[in-house]
């Protein structure tokens, strides 16, 4: 059984920075496609950053694109999310997922969809103030 736990939320300030990290345990995470989404209050979840599991590749939503960096280290077993120029529209709650199946893995890509993963994490808050 996979397990991914969150690290990193926080509170703060318009136009600062939060680096997000994910510990996965108990899988092949070198294996897997690793992705970052958020739900805010009220709000659907939504894609913000996916990392093939090689990193050869990245995608990232277009509201967050030029702001954050989705990165992995396999030997650590983490991937992690650097956010810079923080805006409060990016309050939400920040989840790790994990694809384990093997299309992502033959092709070296990642889904932008959030049915595509199967492992979660409990997810980790972070609140923007304006």
């Known amino acids: 059984q996979v397990q991914l736990v969150e690290s990193g939320g926080g509170l703060v300030q318009a136009g600062g920075s939060l680096r997000l990290s994910c510990a996965a345990s108990?899988?092949?995470?070198?294996?897997?496609?690793m992705a970052w989404f958020r739900q805010a209050p009220g709000k659907e979840r939504e894609f913000v950053a996916a990392?093939?599991?090689?990193?050869?590749?990245?995608y990232y939503a277009d509201s967050v694109k030029g702001r954050f960096t989705i990165s992995r280290d396999n030997a650590k077993n983490s991937v992690y999310l650097q956010m810079n120029s923080l805006k409060p529209e990016d309050t939400a709650v920040y989840y790790c997922?994990?694809?384990?199946?093997?299309?992502?893995?033959?092709?070296?890509?990642?889904?932008?969809?959030?049915?595509?993963?199967?492992?979660w994490g409990q997810g980790t808050q972070v609140t923007v103030s304006s």
């Open positions: 997922a994990a694809d384990s199946g093997l299309t992502r893995y033959s092709s070296a890509t990642a889904s932008t969809v959030w049915r595509a993963y199967n492992y």
């Open positions: 990392i093939a599991w090689n990193g050869g590749r990245t």
């Open positions: 108990g899988g092949t995470f070198e294996r897997y496609a």
